[in-house]
C-alpha cells in the first residue's frame, strides 16, 4: 500500500511539472506579450487608451478582432510610418492622424503588434520580427 501511494505521488508530481512547463514557442509569445505591453503604455495608450477603446470620434479602438485580423499585414506599416487615412470600424469613420513611431524597431513593433492582436477580445498569436521586415517592405 505504501508503495502504491509514493508511486503515484511521484508520478503526480512529475506529470505536474510536465504540465506546467511551456514550450518555447509559448514561452516567446509570452515574452512578446509583456514587452508589447509596456511598449503599448508608452507609444500608443495616451491616444488608443487603457484598454484599447480608442478616443470618441478621434482615434478607432483596438478592439476589432475582425478589422486587426483584417488588416494584420498593415499594422506594422501603421505603427512605423503613422497614417492620414480614414479608417472605418464598426460604421464609424476615424479620420485623426496617426505619428509615426519611426524610432521603433521591428521587434519593437512585432512586440506591439502581439500585444495588441492579443488583447483587448484578440486572440491571434504570434508576429515575428522578421514578418515585420516583410510587411514593411510592402508598406504603401
Same mark, same amino acid.
Given at each position: 500500500? *505504501?508503495?502504491?501511494? %509514493? ?8 506529470? /505536474?511539472?510536465?504540465? /506546467? ?12 506579450? @509583456?514587452? $508589447? *505591453? ?7 495608450? =495616451?491616444?488608443? !487608451?487603457?484598454? !484599447?477603446? $480608442? ?5 478607432? #479602438? ?5 478589422? %486587426?485580423? +483584417? ?10 510610418? !503613422? /497614417?492620414? @487615412?480614414?479608417? &472605418?470600424?464598426? =460604421? ?24 495588441? &492582436? ?5 486572440? +491571434? !498569436?504570434?508576429?515575428? #520580427?522578421? +514578418?515585420?521586415?516583410?510587411? %514593411?517592405?510592402?508598406?504603401?
Amino acid at each position: 500500500m *505504501r508503495k502504491t501511494l %509514493l508511486t503515484f505521488l511521484t508520478l503526480s508530481v512529475i506529470a /505536474s511539472i510536465i504540465y /506546467s512547463c511551456q514550450n518555447s514557442d509559448e514561452l516567446k509569445q509570452q515574452i512578446y506579450y @509583456t514587452n $508589447g *505591453r509596456d511598449l503599448y503604455i508608452k507609444h500608443c495608450q =495616451n491616444c488608443h !487608451g487603457a484598454n !484599447g477603446e $480608442g478616443l470618441g470620434k478621434l482615434v478607432p #479602438p483596438l478592439t476589432d478582432t475582425v478589422y %486587426l485580423k +483584417q488588416n494584420k499585414q498593415k499594422l506594422a506599416c501603421l505603427i512605423k510610418n !503613422g /497614417s492620414d @487615412t480614414t479608417v &472605418t470600424i464598426h =460604421n464609424q469613420d476615424y479620420e485623426g492622424k496617426m505619428p509615426d513611431n519611426a524610432q521603433l524597431f521591428d521587434i519593437d513593433i512585432a512586440q506591439l503588434i502581439v500585444y495588441i &492582436t492579443n488583447s483587448y477580445g484578440n486572440k +491571434q !498569436g504570434m508576429y515575428k #520580427p522578421e +514578418q515585420i521586415a516583410e510587411d %514593411l517592405k510592402n508598406c504603401k
